[in-house]
C-alpha cells in the first residue's frame, strides 16, 4: 500500500457507513442520469407514500422541517417509545419542503400533545415508570437546612456567645455568619439553576461548573465530612443524655463509655430510618422540626412568664432595660474571650445550608426548591439567632449565685452588679469569678428560661439528631454521585443503588460504619474543627465556581436566578478561605493538603469525562486572547518552530508517522493532523472527516495535536485548501509534512501527478516540506479498498512504533546538501532535545571537493558552532560527483521504462500529443535535460548505503524539480533512488529556502 497521505474514504454508493449500516444506493452514485438530489428526492417521496400517517405541518404544506419540541433536546429515554428527533441538515438539503415529509424512522410513534399544544414529557409517559418520592422546596429544602443550621450551638452555647461579645457584637457575628452562608446560598442558587441538577448535590454542583479536577477532590472530602459530622452530631445528643443521667443519678459504666454506648445505639436507630427510605427520614425531620419550633414557643412564653424566686436566683429577671444595657456591650472571658473567639465557635452553628442541594436528586423540581428553600432558611434561621441573643440578653443577668439567700436583706455587705437593683447580692461569686449561674456561666440558661425545660431538652434532642439525620443521608448521595463517575479508583462498588428511589445502600452501610469510628472516639474538640473546615472549603469552591463561571462570559452560563453577584460571590470565596485559617489554621492546612493531593491525582489521571466547565471556558478565553495577542507581535528568526501540518489521513491508520512528529513538536510547537476524505460533502464522508474518534485516538495515544478533516473531489485539492485554510492567526503550519508514496509504481499515473502537484502547491504556499519514509511502510489501513470506508482504529487499539523507544548509541546523519534555510539542521537537533535520541551522535555529511576537502570541513564547523547545534562531527564527501555504477544506473532507468514516450513514439508530433495528454510521460529532452541531476540521486544513494546502513535517521536534503520541466514520475524516480534498501527510516527535507536559524542575538 501507499504510505502517502490516504483519504479517510472514498465515498461511493452501496458502502459500509461508519456505523455498519447499509446506505441505499438510491441515495448516492446508483443512476448517473439523474443528480443525487434528484433521486434522494424520489426516495423520500416514494416513504411518503408508504406511510399515510404523516399529516400537514402546522405551516399549511408538507415539509421535513420539525417544530420545536421537548425530545430535541432532553436527554432522557423512555422505555418502549422511540424519541423524536429533528431531521438532519443533509435530509433538509436533499428532499423538496412542496412534498415531502419527515422520515419514518423518526415517527415510529406519534408525537402526544396536552392543552395548548405542550408536548408531554417523556419521563412522565403513563405506566411506564414507577415514579420515585419527590419532595417539595418546603419539606425537601427549607426544613432540611433549618434543622441542619438549628443545633446544640443554638440552644447551649448562643447565651454564653451573648453574655461574652454582649448583643451588639453577638448580631454582628450572626449578620456576618449569615452574610457568608448568604452569598454562598446565592451561588449554590446560580448553579443549581443554570441546567437541569441530577444527584450527588454539593458534588454534581462543583464538578459540573469547575470540572472534576476540583469537583472530585470536593466531592471526597465533603462526603467524608458529613459522615464525621453523623459522629459530631451524635455524641452532642449522647452527651446531654449522659448528662441527664449523671443529675438524676444513674449511670451505665463510666462517662467516656456511656457516650460511646448511648452514641452506637442512635446512630443504629437513624441508619434504620436512613434505609426505610427518603420518606420515612422526611416524616422523622417533620417530627424534629415540630420539636423544635414547640421548644422555641416554650422558651419565648418562659421569657414573658414572671421570674419565679428559683429563677431570679439563677440571674432570670424577665425583660429589664438596664439588664438589655449592660448586655449589651462586650464583656470578654477566659482564653477564649475575643471576636474571633466568638465567632470560630457560633460558625458552624449556620453551616447547614447544603443539607437541601445533597438531595438534589429526590426533589421535583431543584431549580425552584433550592434556590428557594436554601434562601428562606437561611433568613429565618437568622431571625431566630438574632431573637434569641436579644431577648436572653434582655432577661438574664451576666452572673448569679442560684441560692435562694443570697438576697439584699440577707447579706448586708455592699452590694457588686447588677442584681442588687432587683434586690440580689450575688458579690461573693461575682468577685471570686464562681457564680455557677448567669449567662456568662451556666450553658442551659435557655432551659432555665423557659416555660417547661424539659421542652428545651427536647429542642436539643431534635436539633441534633435531625442534623445527624441530615448528614447521614447526605454524605451517601454525594458520595454515590462520585463513585458513579469513576475519578478515583476503588470506590465504585459504592455507586450502586437499590429501589425506585436508587437508594445508595453501600453508602449508608459506609457512612454508618465511619460514624461508628468516630464516635468511638468520643472526642468532639478534635474533630470538629476539621469538618467545619471542610464545609468552608466546599463554601468558598462553591462561591469561586459561580464567579468563575461568570467571569468566563461563556454563552452557556444562563441561570435562571438572577439574584446573585459575581464580585460578592468572590468575596464570599475569600471570606470563606480566611476564616477556615481564624478558625483553625493547622486544621485548614489539612483540608487544603487533602484537596490539592486529591486534585494533583485527578489532572495526572485525566479522566475522559466533559461537564462543559467553567474552566473549560476560561481556557477558551486565555487561548483567545494569547491568539489575538500574536498579531502584535512580528515573527522573527530566533521564534522559528516547525509548525507541522502531517497529512496522516485518519492518525489511527498511521502511528508511525504520527509518533516521530510528535517526538519534536510535542511541548514546542504545533501539530495538526490533516485527513482528507476524497467524495461529495455527503453525511457519511462528512461523519467520517469530522469523527471525534480521531481526536480520542490521539488523546489516548498522548499525542499533542490537533485534527482537521475535510472533504474534497481529490486529494490535492483537499490538501491546497488544509495547506491554505489550516491554522489560526500566527499559530499556523508552516511545514507540510507526508509518507512516501510507496505504491508510485502501481498507482494511476494522475495520483502520481496529484502527489508531486502537493508538493509544488506547499511550495507555491511558502511552506517547507518534509516527505518521510520507512521500509515496512507506514499505513495499517491494509484492507482499505477504493469502495470501502476502512475500519478505523478504536481509541484502545495504540500499536506500539519504533519511536516510542529509546534509540540507543546510534546515529542521525544529515546529508545537508543544499542550503535550504537551515531546516534539514533543525529538525534533528529538536530530536536530540529529547529523551529518547539524546543518546545519538549527529553526522553532518556536506559536499565538497577532493583537494579542499579540510578547508571545507573547517568552514562548515565553523558555521555549525555559530548555530549552537552541538554538532561536532562533520564529514565532507569529495566523492559525491563521482559516475554511478552501471548497475544503479540500469535500475533507475528500469523505473523510468514505463514512463518513456521517445522509446515507444517516434514521432515528434505524436509525442507532443502524447504528453498533452498524459504530463507524467517523460521525454528523451526532459531526460537529458535533468540528467545531471538524476546521476547525483543515483550516486548519492551509493553512499548512504555506505555511510548510514545502521544509522536511527537519514536526513536527506529533497532534491526540487522543476514545475513543467521535470515530469512527476521522474521525481518520483529521483526520491525512490535516493531511498532505495535503506534500512533506517528516511526523512526528506527542504525548506522553503528563508532562514529558520541564525546565529545573531537579535
Known sequence: MADVPQPATMVNGGQLSPRGRFQDRSFVGEDDSKSNYEKSGSRVNSLVSENPSFSMSPFGYNTLDAVPSHEHYAN????????????????????????????????????????????????????????????????????????????????????????????????????????????????????????????????????????????????????????????????????????????????????LNDIRIIGVITVTFLLAISLAGMEWEAKAQVLFFLVIMISFVNYIVGTIIPATVEKQAKGFFSYRADIFAENFVPHWRGAEGSFFGMFSIFFPSATGILAGA???????????????????????????????????????????????????????????????????????????????????????????VSGFAPLITAGIFGATLSSALACLVSAPKVFQCLCKDNLYPLIGVFGKGYGKNDEPIRGYILTYVIAVCFILIAELNTIAPIIS?????????????????????????????????????????????????????????????????????????????????????????????????????????????????????????????????????????????????????????????????????????????????????????????????????????????????????????????????????????????CLFRKKEGLDLSRSMQADRIPDMLGPEEQPSTAFQTKQGKKTIDIYWLFDDGGLTLLIPYLLTRRKRWQTCKVRVFVGGEINKVDEQRKAFMALLNKFRLGFHDVQVLPDINEAPRPEHLKRFEDLLGPYRLNGVFKDENVVNSMKRESPWMITDEELERNKAKSLRQVRLNEIVLDYSRDAALVVLTMPVGQRGKCPSTLYMAWLETLSQDLRPPVLFVRGNQENVLTFYCQ
Not at 423 to 439: A, K, V
Not at 703 to 732: N, P, T
Request: glycine residues 10%.
Open 76 to 255: 432522557t429515554e423512555v422505555p418502549g417509545r422511540v424519541r423524536k428527533q429533528r431531521p438532519s441538515l443533509f435530509q433538509l438539503t436533499i428532499g423538496t419542503e412542496e412534498d415531502s415529509c419527515p422520515p419514518p424512522v423518526y415517527n415510529d410513534v406519534k408525537s402526544e400533545q396536552v392543552d395548548g399544544g405542550k408536548e408531554e414529557e417523556g419521563e412522565q409517559a403513563a405506566g411506564l415508570i414507577v415514579e420515585p418520592t419527590r419532595f417539595g422546596w418546603v419539606k425537601g429544602v427549607m426544613i432540611r437546612c433549618m434543622l441542619n443550621i438549628w443545633g446544640v450551638i443554638l440552644y447551649l452555647r448562643l447565651p454564653w456567645i451573648t453574655s461574652q461579645a454582649g448583643i451588639g457584637l453577638t448580631w454582628i457575628i450572626i449578620l456576618l455568619s449569615s452574610c457568608i452562608t448568604g452569598i454562598t446560598g446565592l451561588s449554590t442558587s446560580a448553579i443549581a439553576t443554570n441546567g437541569k441538577v441530577k444527584g450527588g448535590g454539593t458534588y454534581f454542583l462543583i464538578s459540573r461548573s469547575l470540572g472534576p479536577e476540583l469537583g472530585g477532590s470536593i466531592g471526597l472530602i465533603f462526603a467524608f465530612a458529613n459522615a464525621v459530622a453523623v459522629a459530631m452530631h451524635t455524641v452532642g445528643f449522647a452527651e446531654t443524655v449522659q448528662v441527664l443521667m449523671q443529675e438524676n443519678g444513674s449511670s451505665m459504666v463510666d462517662r
Open 533 to 769: 473546615n471542610f464545609f468552608l472549603c466546599s463554601y468558598a469552591l462553591i462561591n469561586f465556581s459561580c464567579f468563575h463561571a461568570s467571569i468566563t462570559n461563556s454563552p452557556g452560563w444562563r441561570p435562571s436566578f438572577r439574584f446573585y453577584s459575581k464580585w460578592a460571590s468572590l468575596v464570599g470565596a475569600i471570606v470563606s478561605v480566611v476564616i477556615m485559617f481564624l478558625l483553625t489554621w493547622w486544621a485548614a492546612l489539612i483540608a487544603l493538603g487533602i484537596v490539592i493531593f486529591l486534585l494533583g491525582y485527578v489532572l495526572y489521571k485525566k479522566p475522559s469525562v466533559n461537564w462543559g466547565s467553567s474552566v473549560q471556558a476560561g481556557s477558551y478565553n486565555m487561548a483567545l486572547s494569547y491568539s489575538i495577542g500574536l498579531n502584535h507581535v512580528e515573527d522573527h528568526i530566533k521564534n522559528y518552530r516547525p509548525q507541522c501540518l502531517v497529512l496522516t489521513g485518519p492518525p489511527s491508520c498511521r502511528p508511525v508517522l504520527v509518533d516521530f512528529v510528535a517526538t519534536f513538536t510535542k511541548n514546542l510547537s504545533l501539530m495538526m493532523c490533516g485527513n482528507v476524505v476524497i467524495g461529495p460533502p455527503t453525511v457519511d464522508a462528512q461523519e467520517v472527516a469530522f469523527s471525534s474518534s480521531h481526536v480520542t485516538w490521539l488523546n489516548q495515544r498522548k499525542v499533542r495535536s490537533f485534527y482537521h478533516g475535510i472533504v474534497a473531489e481529490d486529494l490535492r485539492s483537499g490538501a491546497r485548501m488544509l495547506l491554505q485554510a489550516a491554522g489560526l492567526g500566527r499559530i499556523k503550519p508552516n511545514v507540510l509534512l507526508m509518507g512516501f508514496k510507496k505504491n508510485w509504481q502501481s498507482d494511476r499515473p494522475c495520483n502520481i501527478e496529484n502527489y508531486i502537484g502537493i508538493i509544488h502547491d506547499a511550495f507555491d504556499l511558502r511552506y517547507g516540506v
Open 358 to 448: 445533597n438531595i438534589s436528586g429526590d426533589l421535583k423540581d431543584p431549580a425552584v426548591a433550592i434556590p428557594r428553600g436554601t434562601m428562606l432558611a437561611i433568613f429565618w434561621t437568622t431571625i431566630s439567632y438574632l431573637i434569641i441573643s436579644a431577648t436572653i440578653g434582655s432577661c438574664v443577668i451576666r452572673d448569679a449565685s442560684g441560692s435562694i439567700n443570697d438576697t439584699l436583706q440577707t447579706t448586708g455587705k455592699d452590694c457588686v452588679g447588677l442584681g442588687c437593683n432587683y434586690g440580689w447580692d450575688f458579690s461573693e461569686c461575682t468577685n471570686n469569678g464562681t457564680c455557677p449561674y448567669g449567662i456568662s456561666n451556666y450553658y442551659q440558661s435557655m432551659s432555665m
